[in-house]
């Protein structure tokens, strides 16, 4: 059975860090491109990051770029989203997926690629 299971959400004040982690199973991990995606009611869910099965290659959201870091540990099963200098606008329900097909930067931004969703963690940035 496929699972993967996001944490590490919370309440932060703006300027504040937060480490998210998705523990995967059920599946060759380490053979599939993960991202992660972020999503606010009434509206569509949105790329913020992507890594390659090995993690030497990564692609980000604009929105993102220069303030979260995907990372993965094959060895854990686990892919990473550490998330700094935070803002409010980056309030949204975050979940990671999973990608069978080899990475492509034309691929990873689209959520129609992944194959496999958690069920998300709710980060909330305010004051």
């Known amino acids: 059975q496929v699972q993967l299971v996001e944490s590490g959400g919370g309440l932060v004040q703006p300027g504040s860090s937060l480490r998210l982690s998705c523990a995967a199973s059920?599946?060759?991990?380490?053979?599939?491109?993960m991202g992660w995606f972020r999503q606010v009611p009434g509206k569509e869910r949105e790329f913020a990051a992507a890594?390659?099965?090995?993690?030497?290659?990564?692609y980000y959201a604009e929105s993102v770029k220069g303030r979260f870091t995907i990372s993965r540990d094959n060895a854990k099963n686990t892919v990473y989203l550490q998330m700094n200098s935070l803002k409010p606008e980056d309030t949204a329900v975050y979940y990671c997926?999973?990608?069978?097909?080899?990475?492509?930067?034309?691929?990873?931004?689209?959520?129609?690629?992944?194959?496999?969703w958690g069920q998300g963690t709710q980060v909330t940035v305010s004051s």
């Open positions: 890594i390659n099965w090995i993690g030497s290659r990564t």
């Open positions: 997926a999973a990608d069978a097909r080899v990475y492509s930067t034309v691929r990873v931004g689209l959520s129609s690629a992944y194959d496999y």
């Open positions: 059920g599946f060759t991990f380490s053979t599939y491109t």
